[in-house]
C-alpha cells in the first residue's frame, strides 16, 4: 500500500498564498501520476492539478491555471501545490491522490491512492 499525507492548509486572506504538500510512503510508488483533487462545501470532488512522476507534465483545471503550480521532488517523494492569489472560491478541502493513469487525468476513478484531506479556508 502507498500512503499519501497531504499538509500545509490553513486559514488566509484572500489574495494570500499556501503551499501544500503531498508526502508518500509505504510501497514504492509504481504509478505514474500524482493528482490533487478539492471538495468544497456542498459541493462534488473535484480536479485541481496532475502531474507526471517521471517527466514532470502538468495539467490544471481552468479556474486555477496561472495562479497555481503543481510540483514533485522525486527524491523525496513529495508532491507539492503553490496557491497563489488565492480566492475565497478556492476554500476547500485539498485531497493528494496518486495511481496509473491510463485515461483522463480528470478523472478520479482512475487514481488508486487518497490522502485525508487538508483544509484551506480563503476569507474575504
Known amino acids: 500500500q502507498v500512503q499519501l499525507v497531504e499538509s500545509g492548509g490553513g486559514l488566509v486572506q484572500a489574495g494570500g498564498s499556501l503551499r501544500l504538500s503531498c508526502a508518500a510512503s509505504?510501497?514504492?510508488?509504481?504509478?505514474?501520476?500524482m493528482g490533487w483533487f478539492r471538495q468544497a462545501p456542498g459541493k462534488e470532488r473535484e480536479f485541481v492539478a496532475s502531474?507526471?512522476?517521471?517527466?514532470?507534465?502538468?495539467y490544471y483545471t481552468n479556474p486555477v491555471k496561472g495562479r497555481f503550480t503543481i510540483s514533485r521532488d522525486n527524491a523525496k517523494n513529495t508532491m507539492y501545490l503553490q496557491m497563489n492569489s488565492l480566492k475565497p472560491e478556492d476554500t476547500a478541502v485539498y485531497y493528494c491522490?496518486?495511481?496509473?493513469?491510463?485515461?483522463?487525468?480528470?478523472?478520479?476513478?482512475?487514481?488508486?491512492?487518497w490522502g485525508r484531506g487538508t483544509q484551506v479556508t480563503v476569507s474575504s
Open positions: 491522490a496518486a495511481g496509473t493513469v491510463r485515461g483522463n487525468v480528470m478523472r478520479q476513478s482512475e487514481y488508486e491512492y
Open positions: 509505504g510501497r514504492t510508488f509504481s504509478g505514474n501520476v
Open positions: 502531474i507526471t512522476w517521471s517527466g514532470g507534465i502538468t
